[in-house]
């Protein structure tokens, strides 16, 4: 996205921009977004982690252990393959197409849906039309671009009637493909877009007030994954006021990768 920064926070409804004062001594590209007043204090190198039951535990209770175990042996064309001709739940009935994700598959940035809209399952891409381009505005925000070290992927494959909310039994039937992204992947971060997402993702509810602001974790074999929470850019069009919150989440998100680089 080419557009100027001031563009992309107004995009995010963060008007007038917040100025944060350089620290001593360390200059600020001009290009760089500045950040919240309430990011200020983050401890990223001691990151308090609540790590998630472990996938290939929870794998067992949502899907039988052959299908599971087929799906973690895939590799990438053949998992896009499984996906797009996968009738696991009754999602598959109303479909265009199956939408398995897009980015770079080696990316660092991991950022997880809930499911395709009316406009992805026509065009088989996560996250277009308006919600899209304000993800696209929220990553600018923080200096990434759709493609480019980021992967975007969705809690389900195919689009909920309606575009209600995936029941439990339809994440867990795509939950093994979501499982064989993140390991093919092996993101450094990950990054939930709502609450479906934490379902998917950690196997846990509630409400996202209790979740944001904490870096919690996703295991992945001997791997620990640390994982942040934050609000789905289709809830943020139909409440603004908490569009600011949304910034303080991305701000953290950077201030956590910068961490985890200088490890």
Same mark, same amino acid.
């Given at each position: 996205?080419?557009?100027?920064?001031?563009? #992309?926070?107004?995009?995010?409804?963060?008007?007038?921009?917040?100025?944060?004062?350089?620290?001593?001594?360390?200059?600020? $590209?001009?290009?760089?977004?500045?950040?919240?007043?309430?990011?200020?204090?983050?401890? #990223?190198?001691?990151?308090?982690?609540?790590?998630?039951?472990?996938?290939?535990?929870?794998?067992? +209770?949502?899907?039988?252990?052959?299908?599971?175990?087929?799906?973690?042996?895939?590799?990438?064309?053949?998992?896009?393959?499984?996906?797009?001709?996968?009738?696991?739940?009754?999602?598959?009935?109303?479909?265009?197409?199956?939408?398995?994700?897009?980015?770079?598959?080696?990316?660092?940035?991991?950022?997880?849906?809930?499911?395709?809209?009316?406009?992805?399952?026509?065009?088989?891409?996560?996250?277009?039309?308006?919600?899209?381009?304000?993800? &696209?505005?929220?990553?600018?925000?923080?200096? @990434?671009? $759709?493609?480019?070290?980021?992967?975007?992927?969705?809690?389900?494959?195919? $689009?909920?009637?309606?575009?209600?909310?995936?029941?439990?039994?339809?994440?867990?039937?795509?939950?093994?493909?979501?499982?064989?992204?993140?390991?093919?992947?092996?993101?450094? @971060?990950?990054?939930?877009?709502?609450?479906?997402?934490?379902?998917?993702?950690?196997?846990?509810?509630?409400?996202?007030?209790? @979740?944001?602001?904490? +870096?919690?974790?996703?295991? &992945?074999? &001997?791997?620990? #994954?640390?994982?942040?929470?934050?609000?789905?850019?289709?809830?943020?069009?139909?409440?603004?006021?908490?569009?600011?919150?949304?910034?303080?989440?991305?701000?953290?998100?950077?201030? @956590?990768?910068?961490?985890?680089?200088?490890?």
């Amino acid at each position: 996205m080419s557009l100027p920064r001031k563009a #992309i926070l107004a995009e995010m409804g963060l008007s007038p921009v917040w100025v944060r004062r350089d620290e001593p001594g360390v200059a600020r $590209r001009e290009d760089e977004p500045t950040s919240s007043p309430a990011t200020k204090d983050i401890d #990223i190198a001691a990151p308090a982690v609540r790590p998630a039951a472990p996938p290939e535990e929870r794998a067992g +209770t949502r899907e039988s252990g052959d299908r599971a175990a087929q799906i973690a042996r895939m590799g990438w064309e053949e998992l896009r393959r499984t996906i797009l001709d996968c009738r696991a739940c009754g999602l598959c009935a109303n479909r265009k197409q199956a939408v398995p994700g897009v980015g770079d598959e080696n990316a660092a940035w991991l950022f997880i849906g809930e499911g395709p809209g009316a406009e992805e399952d026509a065009r088989g891409e996560p996250f277009v039309g308006q919600a899209g381009r304000l993800l &696209d505005a929220m990553l600018a925000a923080i200096g @990434l671009k $759709r493609g480019e070290d980021v992967y975007i992927a969705n809690a389900v494959k195919c $689009r909920p009637p309606g575009n209600r909310t995936p029941e439990n039994a339809e994440m867990a039937a795509c939950f093994p493909y979501l499982q064989r992204q993140i390991a093919l992947i092996r993101p450094r @971060l990950i990054v939930l877009l709502g609450r479906a997402a934490v379902n998917a993702v950690l196997g846990q509810e509630g409400s996202l007030s209790s @979740l944001r602001g904490k +870096t919690l974790a996703y295991r &992945d074999g &001997d791997r620990e #994954i640390p994982v942040l929470v934050t609000y789905h850019p289709a809830y943020l069009l139909r409440n603004l006021p908490d569009k600011a919150k949304a910034w303080e989440d991305l701000c953290r998100a950077r201030a @956590l990768m910068r961490g985890l680089n200088a490890r």
